[in-house]
T-cell receptor, first 111, second 114 residues
Framework: SQKIEQNSEALNIQEGKTATLTCNYT??????LQWYRQDPGRGPVFLLL?????KEKRKERLKVTFDTTLKQSLFHITASQPADSATYLC??????????FGTGTRLLVSP | GAVVSQHPSWVICKSGTSVKIECRSL??????MFWYRQFPKQSLMLMAT?????????EQGVEKDKFLINHASLTLSTLTVTSAHPEDSSFYIC??????????FGPGTRLTVT
């Protein structure tokens, strides 16, 4: 069955460092992959979408890579700030506009 | 752009009563909206796909008679939790999908059934 895995343990890093989050999937061949940010008690916020023919995508301090051979996406936040602390979710399409989400990784950036 | 609102943001109701949650796309039209529920420290679980002008499509295991969905216009979808019980207490979130693939989420509704 289709499965998405994100590290369930919180990632603690110091301000200014680069945070790297991982999303692995099995039994999928997605045309694209998305990353969302979710703050406690709030709905997710769309960050980036990367297509299968794109190796890398950047948006300001965010960078996403997509390796369809490894079935893995890496999400990087450079020069991290305490305001980046949140849970980050990866999501894959499963039908017309439908998405399935990973469990998310909580990022804690300490000053 | 692509703002989605939800109302109410939180609601407390007594067991056996029904609760309606509204989801609106404020600055765009959404022919398709999605309803999710999320338990603490868990990921979002898709409940149903709401289609404007037609019946909703429910995911496996979701009771359609308990979670009534109406998508009456291109900017409004509603979820009614009927005969709510404490186990229905959860965080309910709606989203609207765009043609490019990304979804824009509402802020969520915290439902507590006592």
């Amino acid at each position: 069955s289709q499965k998405i895995e994100q590290n369930s343990e919180a990632l603690n890093i110091q301000e200014g460092k680069t945070a790297t989050l991982t999303c692995n999937y099995t039994n999928y061949s997605p045309a694209y992959l998305q990353w969302y940010r979710q703050d406690p008690g709030r709905g997710p916020v769309f960050l980036l979408l990367i297509r299968e023919n794109e190796k890398e995508k950047r948006k300001e301090r965010l960078k996403v890579t997509f390796d369809t051979t490894l079935k893995q996406s890496l999400f990087h936040i450079t020069a991290s700030q305490p305001a980046d602390s949140a849970t980050y979710l990866c999501a894959l399409p499963t039908g017309f506009q439908k998405l399935v989400f990973g469990t998310g990784t909580r990022l804690l950036v300490s000053p | 752009g692509a703002v989605v609102s939800q109302h109410p943001s939180w609601v407390i109701c007594k067991s056996g009563t029904s609760v309606k949650i509204e989801c609106r796309s404020l600055d765009f039209q959404a022919t398709t909206m999605f309803w999710y529920r999320q338990f603490p420290k868990q990921s979002l679980m898709l409940m149903a796909t709401s289609n404007e002008g037609s019946k909703a499509t429910y995911e496996q295991g979701v009771e359609k008679d308990k979670f009534l969905i109406n998508h009456a216009s291109l900017t409004l979808s509603t979820l009614t939790v009927t005969s709510a019980h404490p186990e229905d207490s959860s965080f309910y979130i709606c989203s609207a999908g765009l043609a490019k693939g990304e979804q824009y989420f509402g802020p969520g509704t915290r439902l507590t059934v006592t």
